[in-house]
């Protein structure tokens, strides 16, 4: 079965700084691959989404950015943070095909500050 | 549109006493269902999936769902509840379109010793 890893686990940012996230797929190739985020510890949001290598489809329109430079690698990015990007962010990916299982990896606890 | 509702913010049970977190949808075709668990800070975990056969599906840690057809009802229940079961529940159906993931606002489960 695919592990879905991502780091940092925490992440304290100043206002108007940076952002990069990773996420990385073992066990499986061509997953679709997601960005979610949580706030306030409750519903998802679904942010974007990848079906393969340099193609992201755009749930929100927001200030953050996505991109996929390989198979297995989803890259979650800003170039200004702005406070209201605070939050829980998950990686989720699934395995091309009729398998609907999304499986998550363990999220970014981002504070912007 | 497809849509899922947990109509329960929160439900308390004691331990050792049978669970259930209420899930309905709303779906053009056959619905494909899913549970999943987060425990604090951390990523939503798979507990089980309803795709098609035996209305009662069996998932992990004792967990299982009843799939309702004529209700259009999905819940997640539990014989003997344990206090570790706490957590956030979250229900959800995939988007029969582009198997995407639409999700509840989550129900917290409160297991009381």
């Known amino acids: 079965s695919q592990t879905i890893h991502q780091w940092p686990a925490t992440l304290v940012q100043p206002v108007g700084s940076p952002l990069s996230l990773e996420c990385t797929v073992e066990?499986?190739?061509?997953?679709?691959l997601y960005w979610y985020r949580q706030a306030a510890g409750r519903g998802l949001q679904l942010l974007f989404y990848?079906?393969?290598?340099?193609?992201i489809s755009s749930e929100v329109p927001q200030n953050l950015s996505a991109s996929r430079p390989q198979d297995r690698q989803f890259i979650l990015s800003s170039k200004k943070l702005l406070l209201s990007d605070s939050g829980f962010y998950l990686c989720?990916?699934?395995?091309?095909?009729?398998?609907?299982?999304?499986?998550f990896g363990p999220g970014t606890r981002l504070t912007v500050l | 549109a497809q849509s899922v509702a947990q109509p329960e913010d929160q439900v308390n049970v004691a331990e050792g006493n049978p669970l259930t977190v209420k899930c309905t949808y709303s779906?053009?075709?056959?619905?494909?269902l899913f549970w999943y668990v987060q425990y604090p800070n951390r990523g939503l975990q798979f507990l089980l999936k309803?795709?098609?056969?035996d209305n009662l599906v069996k998932g992990s840690y004792g967990f299982e769902a009843e799939f309702n057809k004529s209700q259009t009802s999905f819940h997640l229940k539990k014989p003997s509840a344990l206090v570790s079961d706490s957590a956030l529940y979250f229900c959800?159906?995939?988007?029969?379109?582009?198997?995407?993931?639409?999700w509840g606002a989550g129900t917290k489960l409160i297991i009381k010793p």
């Open positions: 989720a990916g699934r395995t091309s095909g009729y398998t609907d299982t999304q499986y």
């Open positions: 779906v053009s075709g056959n619905p494909y």
């Open positions: 066990g499986t190739s061509n997953p679709n």
């Open positions: 309803y795709i098609t056969g």
């Open positions: 959800a159906v995939r988007d029969g379109s582009n198997y995407q993931l639409i």
């Open positions: 990848s079906v393969g290598i340099g193609q």
